[in-house]
Each structure stands twice: as structure tokens, then as C-alpha cells.
């Protein structure tokens, strides 16, 4: 049985229930044939006005947000904790949704948008000054034949759809819809995701963002390390992941060292393995021929 099913169903009682629903003093009432107005108390959350289902009198709304924050919020007091989630207009504790802002103040989205710079034309802008309609004019799209942007899926099981990783609309030019095809010819794409906040916000990353403005590798390091660190930052803690060579960024591919530097110490330390202290000569990948046998029964 629930907790919620042992409390009394006589309305404003929150005791337990005795037999039929009923607490002892009710149980005895409706025994007796006395009228007894059946039904829960509202939520004792001061804006709510829904059913309390549990014995602290809150509704299934406030019991699961109790549960995750430790206490049940106002609605002006949970827009304090999570902002994200309600209408940018400051008195309104309306839902957001398309552009930020609630049904309500749909109207506010355009209003808050820069117009074209063309004369009478009231569309938004797109980029640099220019509707989409007016960004269109005079481009030639048989230049994105041979494009390749850092945002590409790395696979696409049809060229029907869009090459962009956070686009799942309609190839039409080149493998790319007709919005990143301009954006891309306009030299815009980056700049545009940027402010969809689709693009990794660590600097020089061009992941797609998975949460908190971050790819999911620096989402890991978010979680891990409470900031998306760097590759710099993040050798500077766990230097064993990375290339020894000073300068570098790049993880380890071969014993300690990147694929262009190993290649280089491979050449200077006549091709002994990787693996230290192993003083073997190079077999293969950078490995003497025990290191890289073993190194192929990890990878299985």
C-alpha cells in the first residue's frame, strides 16, 4: 500500500487510516451514518492550489520537486533557483518556451530581435545586417561542393538530411540546408551556432553542446572538476593523458606520446618501444611486438 493510500480520505484530514479509508474519528462517523465530505487538502505551498497527496501536505509537483531540491518552492522562489526554465519577462512565472519567453509574451521575441537592414523589410535578421530572404541574393551554392565545416557529422546513414551534427533538416544545396548553406557562404556558421548556444562554449571547441553550454567530453570535466577545463588546464591536472612534450595538447596515442611526436622520438631513439622501461625495437603502432600484441588483447 502507497503512503498516500493510508492517509485518511475525509477531506482537510491527514491522519492514517484506520478501516474503508478512514481514520478512527471518521471511520466512527461514517459508521454512523454521518455525512462526511470526502476529498484531500489543497497543497500547503502558498501559490498552489492543487491536491496534497502526502502526509506533509504537498502535491505530486512539490513532493518530486522536495525530493530533488531538499524543499518545495514558490513559484517565485523556484524562478530564483532555476530561471532557465521560466519566461524572461521578470513578473512572469509563466513557462518559456520558443525564444525564452512564455505564450503570453510571444511578442516580446521580435521585439527583442534586430530587423533587416534593407528598406521595408520587417523580417529578423539572419546575419550580417540581412534576412535570410536578403542573404540569399546573389549566392552561389556550387561552392559548397567541396566544404567540410568542424561541424559535419562524422556520418550520415543518408545525404538527405543536413551535414550540420545539430541539424535534422532537409539537404538541399550541396548536402546542406538552405539556412547553413547561406550561413556558411556569409562565413557565419560559426558565429550563428555560437548564439543558439549549439557550440561548446570552452574556447577554440567546436563540439555541439551536450549540457551546461559544454560538448560532452568538457560536460565530463564540468561534472568531474566543477569548470570545462581546457586541454591545457585539464593536462595540468592529469598529465597522464597527455603527450610529454611540453607544448602539447594532444592525448597520448603511442606510449607517452602524441602521433606526430612519437613519429619524431621514434626517429631520434632508433625505434625503441614506447612502453618503458621496454628497450625492444619497434614492431608496429609505435610497440615492440610483445607490447603491441597485448595492446591489441585490451582492445577486445
Known amino acids: ?49 492543487k491536491e496534497a497527496v502526502t502526509s506533509k501536505g504537498l502535491c505530486s509537483r512539490h513532493k518530486t520537486q522536495a525530493r530533488s531540491f531538499g524543499r518545495a518552492y514558490t513559484e517565485s522562489e523556484f524562478k530564483e533557483l532555476k530561471p532557465e526554465l521560466f519566461c524572461k519577462v521578470d513578473d512572469c512565472l509563466n513557462k518559456k518556451g520558443r525564444g525564452g519567453y512564455c505564450a503570453k509574451h510571444a511578442d516580446l521575441r521580435k521585439d527583442s530581435k534586430e530587423m533587416c537592414s534593407k528598406p521595408d523589410c520587417h523580417n529578423t535578421v539572419l546575419t550580417k ?8 541574393e546573389g549566392l552561389d551554392f556550387s561552392k559548397l561542393k567541396d566544404v567540410v565545416t568542424p561541424h559535419n557529422k562524422e556520418y550520415s546513414e543518408s545525404d538527405k538530411w543536413c551535414k550540420i551534427k545539430s541539424c535534422s533538416s532537409h539537404a538541399k544545396y550541396e548536402g546542406f540546408c538552405l539556412l547553413h548553406a547561406v550561413l556558411i557562404l556569409h562565413d ?5 551556432l555560437g548564439k543558439e548556444g549549439r557550440i561548446c562554449s570552452v574556447e577554440s571547441c567546436n563540439g555541439i553542446v551536450k549540457a551546461k553550454g559544454y560538448c560532452l567530453m568538457h560536460y565530463q ?4 572538476f566543477g569548470k570545462g577545463l581546457t586541454n591545457k588546464e585539464h593536462k595540468a591536472i592529469t ?10 595538447e594532444e592525448k597520448r596515442e603511442y606510449g607517452e606520446y602524441c602521433g606526430k611526436h ?28 610483445k607490447h603491441y600484441y597485448d595492446s591489441l588483447k585490451t582492445k577486445r
Request: glycine share 6%.
Open 188 to 192: 557565419s556558421l560559426n558565429e550563428y
Open 1 to 49: 500500500m502507497s503512503k498516500e493510500s493510508r492517509i485518511c480520505k475525509a477531506k482537510e484530514c491527514r491522519n492514517r487510516t484506520l478501516r474503508e479509508g478512514f481514520c478512527k474519528i471518521h471511520l466512527i462517523q461514517h459508521l454512523n451514518g454521518e455525512d462526511i465530505v470526502i476529498g484531500g487538502s489543497t497543497c500547503i505551498i502558498e501559490d498552489c492550489s
Open 239 to 248: 598529465p597522464r593523458y597527455y603527450c610529454i612534450e611540453d607544448e602539447c
Open 129 to 136: 545586417g540581412l534576412c535570410k530572404k536578403h542573404c540569399m
Open 221 to 224: 570535466r564540468y561534472l568531474k
Open 262 to 289: 612519437a613519429v619524431e622520438h621514434m626517429n631520434d631513439q632508433k625505434a625503441i618501444c614506447f612502453e618503458k622501461p621496454c628497450k625492444e625495437n619497434i614492431f608496429k603502432d609505435g610497440k615492440c611486438v
